[in-house]
């Protein structure tokens, strides 16, 4: 990334304002990169594993709204650096002679 860069993103989650939903989720977003700020807890941990990428974390601005109809909103907005972070919780498969307990009987599975 490098700043000047433009940047189109969709929107994960929808956006709110007094409880009425105002941009849907996957409202496709475009911006540029105004800054890149250096990452160095990131940086530290990766050269500890052999890892010497400079990471950075980019400083994006906003500039338009894409609806769902095509038309497209110029946007005013304040820099952003990070969301919220997603967790994608996804139980582990099943492994072999391991017995789990389902509906409270005993289930087997080999």
Do not use: C, W
Not at 16 to 21: G, K, L, P, Q
Not at 45 to 62: I, K, N, Q, W, Y
């Amino acid at each position: 990334m490098r700043v000047g860069q433009a940047i189109n993103a969709e929107l994960i989650y929808p956006i709110y304002v007094d409880s009425t939903e105002v941009l849907p989720a996957k409202t496709v977003v475009s911006g540029t990169v105004v800054g890149l700020h250096a990452n160095h807890s990131r940086r530290v941990s990766a050269r500890l594993r052999g890892d010497f990428t400079p990471f950075r974390t980019p400083v994006v601005r906003f500039t338009s709204v894409t609806l769902a109809d095509g038309t497209t909103v110029p946007l005013v907005t304040g820099v952003a650096t990070d969301g919220a972070p997603i967790y994608r919780l996804v139980a582990p498969p099943p492994r072999k002679g391991v017995s789990s307990i389902s509906s409270g009987t005993m289930v087997s599975r080999f």
